[in-house]
């Protein structure tokens, strides 16, 4: 399999990045190997490659974002692409303008990447009929929400050395995160178990057919695993209460330390943020042993950096210089 940039006889054969399940495991392997030598480029004194130079990314934004929007700009900037901003409260959506519409003036400005994040899921794929550029998805409504997927397997590559055979338990509010989506594709993809608890108002009946396991309490999902991801509630998403309290929600659902006694003693703690503290997470648990939060954070620019370059043709073997 090409599961390493030193396979030179890989290519990456997508034009878009839209969910996960458009992958396959070799398409991830290399990915999360591409981002590795990627990664690199961060710590140097003069962070900047001239790989992407001359290429235009737009970041077209309908939610806000802290970690997705910098760390795609950070990514590029890295490999001295330009990059563009647009949001939504800036944009002239706020006078009617449909999202195609929108899209397409963009297209007018000849840019090679439109990445999207957007309160509809399936407006990326919308996108793609309508405009050439090449669209990576930044996360869309409760469908997905691909390159935090990636991130987080490389996250937990990192720091177990494999996927294969390892036991994630998802807690939270998985109806409504596209991140639970991703993951789930994701790490099964390569060969993890993965599990999910949460309120039964967010548990989403297809879930299982995504691979996962629901568990009747935090307790049970936590059991034994390797790595405990908490998801934020996703209130935006929700028109009417789905839980009783945020207190009752942190007494069934929040990450403690007590929970994480039932865990593996070497599990890591994730978090795709932002986080909630003392909701999903308590301080002491997301600051503590075992969290790799921040290094989901990192990760993530070395994982844009992986995605901007394959989607723009450079898949010949990827070595930074
Ligand atoms: N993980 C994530 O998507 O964070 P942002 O909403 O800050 O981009």
């Known amino acids: 399999m090409g599961t390493d940039v030193n396979n030179k006889e890989y290519r990456f054969q997508h034009k878009h990045l839209l969910e996960m399940g458009q992958l396959t495991a070799e398409d991830i392997l290399y990915i999360l190997s591409l981002a590795r030598s990627f990664k690199e480029v961060s710590s140097r004194p003069i962070k900047k490659v001239p790989i992407l130079r001359g290429k235009t990314i737009i970041n077209f934004f309908f939610e806000p974002s802290t970690r997705t929007r910098l760390s795609f700009e950070v990514a590029a900037k890295r490999m001295s692409a330009d990059t563009f901003n647009i949001s939504a409260s800036t944009s002239s959506s706020q006078k009617g303008e449909t999202l195609i519409d929108t899209a397409r003036n963009l297209e007018a400005m000849n840019p ?95 879930i299982e057919s995504l691979g996962a396991k629901v568990c009747a309490t935090a307790a049970e999902a936590v059991a034994g695993v390797d790595v405990v991801m908490a998801l934020r509630i996703q209130q ?29 003693k070497d599990v890591l703690v994730m978090h795709p943020g932002p986080i909630n503290r003392g909701v999903e997470m308590n301080p002491d648990v997301a600051d503590g042993t075992g969290s790799v939060i921040l290094d989901q954070v990192a990760n993530g620019v070395a994982i844009r950096m992986a995605l901007l370059y394959l989607i723009l043709g450079g898949d010949k073997g990827g070595e930074a210089s």
Do not use: W
Not at 146 to 166: A, C, F, N, W, Y
Not at 249 to 259: E, H, N, T
């Open 236 to 264: 935006e998403r929700q028109h009417d209460p789905l839980i009783p309290s945020l207190r009752e929600y942190a007494r069934f659902y929040g990450v403690s330390r007590k929970l994480l006694e039932l865990a593996r």
């Open 112 to 206: 090679d990447i439109i990445i999207l994040r957007h309160p509809s899921s399936g407006s990326p794929l919308l996108l793609t009929q309508h405009v050439n550029a090449a669209i990576i998805n930044a996360g869309d409504g409760t469908h997905e929400h691909p390159s935090q997927g990636l991130l987080d397997l490389m996250t937990v590559m990192e720091h177990k050395g494999r996927i294969e055979g390892l036991t994630i338990a998802i807690i939270g509010d998985i109806a409504h995160s596209r991140v639970a989506h991703s993951d789930i594709v994701g790490f099964t993809c390569l060969g993890a178990r993965v599990r999910v608890a949460g309120p039964a108002t967010f548990m989403p009946s297809h």
